[in-house]
T-cell receptor, first 113, second 109 residues
Framework: SQTIHQWPATLVQPVGSPLSLECTVE??????LYWYRQAAGRGLQLLFY??????ISSEVPQNLSASRPQDRQFILSSKKLLLSDSGFYLC????????????FGSGTQLSVL | RKEVEQDPGPFNVPEGATVAFNCTYS??????FFWYRQDCRKEPKLLMS???SGNEDGRFTAQLNRASQYISLLIRDSKLSDSATYLC??????????FGSGTRLSIRP
């Protein structure tokens, strides 16, 4: 069966520090991969999605970046965090060709202080 | 204009009531539509897909109006356990999946 791992579960970082959140998927090949962010009391904002290794589509230009070095690995990074980067970050995957269901990781609660 | 728009609520209704949520989307080429449910600070979970002919799953009914670019979710005989945030989700292209901002529902005894 397919599983998705996302870590860490919680993270407290000072402003200006770097960030690296990692997500891996098991039990499937060639998934579409997604990073979403949810600010407190708000909906999910699509940050990046990827249809293959090295293929990244950015929805929100900002100080975040994403990379997909392997088929089932998706990394969200920042060189210098801002206060506004605080939020709940969710990684998700869906099967290809297009399938309706998104499978989510358990999320990372990031607090930038 | 946001690609997917929902009434944020909150909706506060008594147990047993019927409640309806609406959602509109801007991309007429959108391919598929869903409702997800999210409990506080947890990952969203798929509630149901939305098909052109409308579909029902127990107390939940979803409808799609492509001409008006409108999706709805109806919950009948609401339970305390239905309290959550309901997210309208649109696949606007083969790979791009957009969430609405969510509608908060609170069921009171």
């Amino acid at each position: 069966s397919q599983t998705i791992h996302q870590w860490p579960a919680t993270l407290v970082q000072p402003v200006g520090s770097p960030l690296s959140l990692e997500c891996t998927v098991e039990g499937t090949s060639n998934p579409n991969l997604y990073w979403y962010r949810q600010a407190a009391g708000r909906g999910l904002q699509l940050l990046f999605y990827s249809v293959g290794i090295g293929q990244i589509s950015s929805e929100v230009p900002q100080n975040l970046s994403a990379s997909r070095p392997q088929d089932r690995q998706f990394i969200l990074s920042s060189k210098k965090l801002l206060l506004s980067d605080s939020g709940f970050y969710l990684c998700a995957w869906s099967a290809r060709p297009a399938n309706e269901k998104l499978f989510f990781g358990s999320g990372t609660q990031l607090s930038v202080l | 204009r946001k690609e997917v728009e929902q009434d944020p609520g909150p909706f506060n209704v008594p147990e047993g009531a019927t409640v309806a949520f609406n959602c509109t989307y801007s991309n007429s080429a959108s391919q598929s539509f869903f409702w997800y449910r999210q409990d506080c600070r947890k990952e969203p979970k798929l509630l149901m897909s939305v098909y052109s002919s409308g579909n029902e799953d127990g107390r939940f009914t979803a409808q799609l109006n492509r001409a008006s670019q409108y999706i709805s979710l109806l919950i009948r005989d609401s339970k305390l356990s239905d309290s959550a945030t309901y997210l309208c989700v649109v696949r606007s292209s083969a790979s791009k999946i957009i969430f609405g901002s969510g509608t908060r529902l609170s069921i009171r005894p």
